[in-house]
Nanobody, 125 residues
Framework: VTLVESGGGLVQPGGSLRLSCAAS????????MAWVRQAPGKGLEWVSE????????YYAESVRGRATISIDNDKNTMYLQMDSLKPEGTARYYC???????????????????WGQGTQVTVSS
């Protein structure tokens, strides 16, 4: 079971990025899958999640309206399209598989049983 994130980089405020999470060893569509992020010196922040192979998606207030989560089931890859990026979006972004169904349990690494190495997003002019 592995998750590999990619697509991060340096972007100016107002710019866009599309993050990818390639999974192997299990079908993404059968699980709740999340994007989380961690900025230097800060705790883990849940960003978004997708369930039922893409039928339902949920977003943190901090990104709602500027982010879109999706899954390509044929490629077994999850994406996070982020638009109108802000400097406070600077963080390392991870895809992760939550242990619990309750979305109240998302802001600790103990709430996940699998995650990747992350991809760095830096929003700066």
């Amino acid at each position: 079971v592995t998750l590999v994130e990619s697509g991060g980089g340096l972007v100016q405020p107002g710019g866009s990025l599309r993050l990818s999470c390639a999974a192997s060893g299990f079908p993404l569509e059968n699980f709740v899958m999340a994007w989380v992020r961690q900025a230097p010196g800060k705790g883990l922040e849940w960003v978004s999640e997708i369930v039922h192979g893409g039928k339902n998606a949920y977003y943190a207030e901090s990104v709602r309206g500027r982010a879109t989560i999706s899954i390509d089931n044929d490629k077994n890859t999850m994406y996070l399209q982020m638009d109108s990026l802000k400097p406070e979006g600077t963080a390392r972004y991870y895809c992760a598989r939550p242990i619990y169904m309750e979305r109240s349990r998302r802001n600790s690494w103990n709430d996940y049983n699998t995650w990747g190495q992350g991809t760095q997003v830096t929003v700066s002019s």
